[in-house]
Nanobody, 127 residues
Framework: QVQLVESGGGLVQAGDSLRLSCAAS????????MGWFRQAPGKEREFVAA????????TYSDSVKGRFTISRDNAENTVYLQMSSLKPEDTAVYYC????????????????????WGQGTQVTVSS
């Protein structure tokens, strides 16, 4: 019933920008907090960014703060991750996820708070 389709990944050089998109299958579930996580080869999944139901609250990991921006367009059932000044250490598979909380202000950094996950999109940043 719930499907998240991610796009926008690719191979870029350090300093370049990418915008990732995550489109939900329906209107209902996109209007929940959304998060972006990433997993690099041989490493644990880590939090990247999250946005609350109405977009009023955003959170970022320290490693991406100031470089990445999360946003959402509820009318289009889509969440974005604008990535700039990319670094090789940003190389990972990026996943979007849905947090089905009713809390309006929550933008959680905890993966356990998320109920649905996308398939992931590969971002590779070369030196």
């Amino acid at each position: 019933q719930v499907q998240l389709v991610e796009s926008g990944g690719g191979l870029v050089q350090a300093g370049d920008s990418l915008r990732l998109s995550c489109a939900a299958s329906g209107r209902t579930f996109i209007n929940y907090p959304m998060g972006w996580f990433r997993q690099a080869p041989g490493k644990e999944r880590e939090f990247v960014a999250a946005i609350s139901r109405n977009g009023g609250v955003t959170t970022y990991s320290d490693s991406v703060k100031g470089r990445f921006t999360i946003s959402r367009d509820n009318a289009e059932n889509t969440v974005y991750l604008q990535m700039s000044s990319l670094k090789p250490e940003d190389t990972a598979v990026y996943y979007c996820a849905v947090d089905r909380t009713i809390t309006l202000s929550r933008a959680s950094s905890e993966s356990s708070d998320y109920d649905y996950w996308g398939q992931g999109t590969q971002v590779t940043v070369s030196s």
